[in-house]
């Protein structure tokens, strides 16, 4: 099975200060036709999670673009340019390029 | 608007069966994959299982910790998927979210439906 690891555990920040969250795979992510399956989700709490990145760096569907995603093979980062209130929750990356499908185990984003 | 309603949670005793279902609107349901995922409480994301479209052969991928209990269905002709818990342990205790899959990821999520195994 492909582990995830993320850092940090939790991330204090400060209301329109950047976030970065790091995450890294036990192997590559790149699959055998080319692309590489990793997401990232949103989780505000008591709500379930949300789609915000997927294949790296595509930004879904209605997501603000002070979110962006970056990386290749087995590091990524997920990166918010300015952190809103909205924002708090936990961020998990994902990994679709083989079964069993694994997360990180989270990373808690929460304002100072 | 895409939408995916689970329903069928609740409380049940360790070794009995339970069974959710996913009622999906807003898109073509017969054509996407549909994958289950849960969240223990407090805790992270765990996938559960993945069933491809009819299309693709309608196979299916379990993870190991529920493989041979838990068995996933569709009805694409009521745009409904099912999954089918056997033999229920303490630790299946999560809420269970079910996904439309979008392609290499899950694009849309329900709100969930919570199980608790307990006696």
């Known amino acids: ?112 | 608007e895409v939408q995916l309603v689970e329903s069928g949670g609740g409380l049940v005793q360790p070794g009995r069966s339970l069974r959710l279902s996913c009622t999906a609107s807003g898109f073509t349901f017969g054509d996407y994959p549909l994958s289950w995922f849960r969240q223990a409480p407090g805790k992270g994301l765990e996938w559960v299982v993945f069933i491809r479209s009819k299309v693709d052969g309608g196979t299916t991928e379990y993870a190991a910790s529920v493989k041979g209990r838990f068995t996933i269905s569709r009805d694409d002709s009521k745009s409904i998927a099912y999954l089918q818990m056997n033999s229920l342990k303490t630790e299946d205790t999560a809420v269970y979210y079910c996904t439309k899959w979008g392609g290499s990821f899950s694009d849309y999520w329900g709100q969930g439906a919570l199980v608790t195994v307990s006696s």
Not at chain 1, 14 to 37: E, F, K, M, W
Not at chain 1, 63 to 83: C, E, H, Q
């Open chain 1, 1 to 112: 099975d492909i582990v995830m690891t993320q850092t940090p555990l939790s991330s204090p920040v400060t209301l329109g200060q950047p976030a970065s969250i790091s995450c890294r795979s036990s192997q590559s992510l790149v699959h055998s036709d080319g692309n590489t399956y990793l997401s990232w989700l949103q989780q505000r709490p008591g709500q379930p999670p949300r789609l915000l990145i997927y294949k790296i760096s595509q930004r879904f569907s209605g997501v603000p673009d002070r979110f962006s995603g970056s990386g290749a093979g087995t590091d990524f980062t997920l990166k918010i340019s300015r952190v809103e209130a909205e924002d708090v929750g936990v961020y998990y990356c994902m990994q679709a390029t083989q079964f069993p499908l694994t997360f990180g185990g989270g990373t808690k984003v929460e304002i100072k």
